[in-house]
């Protein structure tokens, strides 16, 4: 299979994978209702599953390369289809959180392997394209998810898109196998992988890189996810189908822009268009707290939108070109684990600055991250501007 073939299967399987996942999010709290507990362990099923993520991102990167992507991608989508049957079937609260703890590691898992593959598969010149696809498998499941996961739960009941989730892990462990070949890599052992990994955290370029990774992961989670919406809807007083179309128009946007940039990331170079991204992503979130009202915040959501890839294809990129020799699942897993503790963080962060009412002092803070990112960009190592050949594939 020729890689461009490669990379639309691993997008098409990314989108399931990230449908899946979100399939199941409207209904996850609720369904933990339904076993007799209270608030707090119906939002434990939620960041359990983000914790494994985290795990997995952390220390699981290196086994990325050690067992090859091809035999990961296929073993998640087997723990994605067991552990959402077991949740699906669960008799109890806590055999439905321990579900959820094995999703997790099955999504990170399956995400790491497959954003390896495209990284080692591709040619130095062609990887900001590569991403910029991988990204858009990745917000195309976030987009239709959640809607097909309610209509399906209102059909049949909460268990229902927990099956469904299960039928997508079959549907992606069968194109693992059938789609994806062999990579033809230096073998590590495991040891060698985590002190590779080692080293990564004590070069100040790499660093950098999960700096600038951590605030893109602030800025989403904590003041476009948490703050703009307790903004809009409490001081604004917008209702919530309003709220929602200032989500749905930046994700529009986002995708609209996104194969354009990666071709400038290939064409001009990944830290000139990660550094005027970051600039731009920090005017952008600092223009929401001068929203007054419905039409405002959707010109910002839509300007940010647009604009937001310059700064999220670059880090993905930069991942691949700055990975050691056969370590490239151990850099990504690094940098995966940089983005989930900025998910984990910012919104408990930036909402606990607003908690007063001064939603201007969030988005404010989330820009100034955003300019001291951009600062710290500017200490990355630009990828090789050379025509280099992707490594060898085998199989499918």
């Known amino acids: 299979m020729t890689s461009p073939n490669r990379s639309r299967v691993l997008v098409l399987a990314v989108f399931l994978v990230m449908l899946g996942l979100t399939l199941v999010a409207p209904i996850v709290p609720l369904y933990a209702r339904e076993f007799g507990v209270g608030r707090t362990a119906a939002g434990a099923l939620v960041s359990v599953f983000a914790v494994s993520r985290l795990v997995f991102d952390l220390f699981g990167g290196p086994s ?23 949740a ?55 987009a239709v998810g959640p809607v097909i996961g309610g209509y399906a739960a ?30 033809a890599m230096e073998r590590k052992s495991l040891g060698e992988l985590y002190r590779l990994a080692g080293k990564l955290l004590l070069d100040p370029r790499y660093l950098a890189l999960l700096f600038v990774t951590f605030s893109l992961f602030v800025m989403r989670g904590g003041a476009r996810i948490t703050v703009l919406p307790l903004f809009a809807g409490e001081e604004l007083m917008l209702d919530v189908g309003l709220i929602g179309w200032l989500f749905s128009a930046g994700a529009l946007a986002n995708l609209v822009s996104l194969n354009p940039v990666g071709k400038l990331v290939d064409r001009i170079g990944r830290k000139p268009i990660l550094v005027v991204g970051l600039l731009l ?13 419905f ?36 850099s990504v897993g690094l940098y995966r684990a940089a983005g989930d503790i ?31 990112a951009a600062a710290a960009a500017t200490a990355i190592r630009e990828a090789p501007r050379r025509r280099e050949a992707p490594v060898g594939v085998t199989g499918p």
């Open 88 to 142: 699906a079937t669960a008799p109890t609260y806590s055999v439905l959180l321990l579900s959820r703890f094995v999703e997790g590691a099955g999504s990170a898992a399956f995400a790491t392997a497959a954003m390896q593959y495209l990284l080692v598969t591709t040619p130095v010149e062609e990887r900001g394209r590569a991403m910029a696809r991988y990204q858009m498998g990745l917000l195309g499941g976030i």
């Open 281 to 293: 992503d920090a005017i952008g979130v600092a223009a929401f707290a001068l929203g007054a009202g």
């Open 154 to 183: 209102s059909l049949g009941d909460f268990r229902t898109p927990f099956w469904l989730y299960a039928g997508i892990g079959v549907v992606v462990a069968i194109v693992a196998v059938r789609y994806v070949g062999d990579v």
């Open 295 to 330: 039409w405002s915040l959707l010109v910002v959501s839509v300007g940010l939108g647009l604009v937001n890839p310059l700064a999220a294809v670059p880090p993905p990129t930069l991942a691949g070109d700055l990975a050691p020799p056969g370590a490239t699942g151990a």
């Open 64 to 86: 990325v390369d050690r067992l090859g992507a091809r035999r990961m991608m296929t073993w998640s989508g087997g723990v994605i289809a067991v552990s959402s049957v077991t």
């Open 342 to 372: 900025g998910l984990i963080l910012g919104p408990l962060g930036l909402a606990a600055l607003v908690e007063g009412g001064n939603f201007a002092l969030g988005f404010l803070a989330s820009a100034l991250l955003l300019l001291l």
